[in-house]
């Protein structure tokens, strides 16, 4: 499975249960062996120390220890640190980290500082909790995500290129976090994508799996970054399994998070019909063999089938576990329809 943290975690929350439902092991668990690639663009440096957000989402929602109030960090946290830190003046004001959270950070940054490979580490640091599911990162190489983005306050009136005048480059971090992604989105760019390779175990997952799902995550900075690592679409192309996606958009909104301010930089409307379009049909060199809409979004998968395209529509509102669970259930059932087609 490819996946982001938000939309990620609840979708992968849902394929755990709903694979425990399907292939019991009489243990409570699942005979099947679930594997997510991990977005790894909004990862940071921040205060000195390496953040994995969408990682550490999935880590901590997956054991149960994540804050299901605020949708993000541990459960129980508190901020004495980032209190601290404030009044040294180092770090992101905006942007707290918990004290629990800064755990996880301090530990990561130590391996990473013994020489440990991020995947590596995040092999580590899944021992802690049985997850039922297995975390990869997308790569090793730090990927972070950068915006390009307009904003007026910039013209430098030193500037005479006009490519340059009322813009600037921000981490994604900081334009989601500090601007709630107000500020136009010009154009995202993953650093050091070029000389990026999957990660270990990523390429043979896909290779070996039976199935390879896409989360309702966001397109562009979580699937898309995941995707732009060098070799993975090779990947996803080379795969015998069926590549069943979920649509993150629902009548023409979001789910959650802001993709829709994300997706008019790479020219892409706000629509499942869309989204699903623009990560293509593997008929046609695209990543997709299926594509799964909710019910509001009939019309869409109609307008792909009448095109020869798979696609349907069930309910994609993940309100609980079990509503979770039976869309995983939705998407496994068309990879099963993929692959008998
Ligand atoms: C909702 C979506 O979640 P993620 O891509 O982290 O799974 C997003 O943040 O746009």
């Known amino acids: 499975m490819l996946a982001g943290g938000v939309g990620g975690s609840r979708f992968v929350r849902g394929v755990r249960e709903e694979c425990a439902r399907r292939w019991p092991d009489g243990e409570g668990g699942t005979e099947a062996s679930v594997t997510v690639v991990v977005n790894t663009g909004d990862d940071i440096w921040l205060s000195g120390v390496r953040l994995m957000p969408d990682f550490d989402s999935l880590l901590y929602s997956l054991a149960g220890v994540n804050d299901t109030e605020r949708g993000w960090g541990r459960a129980g946290e508190t901020e004495r640190v980032a209190a601290e830190l404030r009044e040294w003046g180092v770090g992101w004001p905006w942007f707290t980290l918990g004290d629990l959270d800064l755990g996880t950070h301090l530990a990561r940054t130590a391996w990473l500082r013994e020489g440990l490979t ?27 995500t ?27 971090q900081e334009w989601w976090t500090r601007y709630h992604a107000t ?100 008929r046609d060199g695209g990543l997709l063999d299926a594509w799964l809409v909710d019910e509001t979004d009939a019309a869409a998968a109609g307008s792909l089938t009448a095109d020869g395209l798979l696609a349907a529509s069930a309910p994609l509102w993940m309100h609980d576990l079990d509503r979770s669970a039976d869309l995983a259930g939705a998407a496994i059932d068309l990879g099963t329809a993929g692959r008998s087609a």
């Open 118 to 144: 991020p995947s590596q580490i995040t092999e580590r640091l899944q021992q802690r909790w049985p997850l039922g599911v297995r975390l990869l990162p997308a790569t090793d190489t730090e990927v972070d």
């Open 146 to 172: 950068h915006v390009r983005v307009a904003d007026p306050e910039a013209s430098d009136p030193e500037a005479s290129d006009a490519e340059t005048r009322g813009k600037r480059e921000m981490h994604f």
């Open 183 to 282: 500020l136009p989105a010009l154009a995202f760019r993953q650093q050091n994508i070029a000389d990026a390779r999957p990660a270990p175990g990523v390429a043979e997952a896909i290779a070996d799996a039976d199935l390879v799902l896409v989360a309702p995550s966001n397109p562009v900075v979580s699937i898309g970054t995941i995707l732009a690592v060098p070799g993975m679409r090779e990947a996803l192309a080379a795969t015998t399994a069926p590549v069943v996606g979920v649509s993150p958009i629902i009548g023409g909104k979001v789910v959650r998070g802001m993709a829709d301010a994300c997706l008019p930089a790479i020219g892409v409307e706000t629509s499942a019909e869309a989204v699903g379009r623009h990560y293509g049909f593997r």
